[in-house]
């Protein structure tokens, strides 16, 4: 069972160069899994909130390629925020967590990639389910 200590940073590579960075990130290397899908979220309105739902077997990786916002992240016991506003930082959030991203600043980009593909019945969109599933040792 996955806790907030299991969610961490990865810096990514980066080339600095005067033609404009580079940055890059490949299966099971600085991704520890195999990436199955990919989306993105963009033109998010000021004051919105995007994502607050948990996957059952879902892990990702988040890296905000352009702005800022915070991902909230809840074990069920604590909660804990990260700050976003670096192209070459990836946030690493395995499954089995509540997720939540907010204060998304102006022209934000957030890429995401998974690692299984999209199933609906992989969402679990009701916090007091959650609670009780990670309560019950479930997810
Ligand atoms: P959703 O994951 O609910 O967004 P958020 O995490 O911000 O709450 O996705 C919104 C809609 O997009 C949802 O109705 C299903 C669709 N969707 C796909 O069809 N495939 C995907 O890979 C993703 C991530 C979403």
Known sequence: MSTIDDVRIIELPKFLDARGNLSFAENFKQIPFEIKRTYWIYDVPGGENR???????NQELVIALSGAFDVIVDDGVKK????LNRSYYG?????????????FSTNSFALEFG???YL???YIRDYDEFLKM??????
């Open 134 to 139: 990670k309560k019950d040792g479930k997810i």
């Open 80 to 83: 804990k925020t990260f700050s």
């Open 120 to 122: 609906p019945e992989d």
């Open 51 to 57: 994502g607050g739902h948990a996957f059952r077997e």
């Open 115 to 117: 690692s299984v593909n």
């Open 91 to 103: 946030l690493y959030i395995p499954n089995g967590l509540w997720r939540t991203m907010e204060n």
